[in-house]
C-alpha cells in the first residue's frame, strides 16, 4: 500500500515507533466505508509530509493492537512524537487530520 507502512504484529509496531520521530497511526478495517473515504487523504499527507511515517492498522487482523490502544470506532488515528501520543482523532474528518499533522511536525 503506498505511503503506509503496515505491521505484522504489535512487536513490529512498537518497533516502527521507536525507530521513528514522527508516527500517524491509521487504526481502519476494511468494511469501515469512512476509512476507505480517508485513505488517498492520507496517501497524499504520506507524501507531502516524508518525515512522518504512516502506519495502518487492520483492527480485524491485529485485534490485540487495537485493543491494546483502546480504539473502539474506525477509523482512528493516533499522532506520535518521540513515541508519545500527542494527539488523536475519531472519524473521518481530514481538515482535522492535516491541522493535526501540522502540529505534530510544527
Not at 490485540?64 to 480504539?71: F, I, L, R
Request: with cysteine; hydrophobic share 45%.
Amino acid at each position: 500500500m503506498p505511503g503506509f507502512t503496515v505491521p505484522e504484529n504489535a512487536n513490529h509496531l512498537k518497533q516502527i515507533i521507536s525507530s521513528n520521530k514522527y508516527v500517524v497511526i491509521d487504526f481502519t478495517a476494511t468494511w469501515c466505508g469512512p476509512c476507505r473515504m480517508i485513505t488517498p487523504i492520507l496517501e497524499r499527507l504520506s507524501v507531502q509530509y516524508e518525515n512522518v511515517v504512516f502506519v495502518k492498522v487492520d483492527v480485524d487482523e491485529l485485534s490485540d493492537v487495537a485493543q491494546e490502544y483502546g480504539v473502539r470506532a474506525m477509523p482512528t488515528l493516533f499522532f506520535l512524537n518521540d513515541g508519545i501520543k500527542v494527539s488523536d482523532i475519531v472519524g473521518a474528518n481530514p481538515g482535522a487530520i492535516e491541522n493535526n499533522l501540522a502540529n505534530l511536525v510544527a
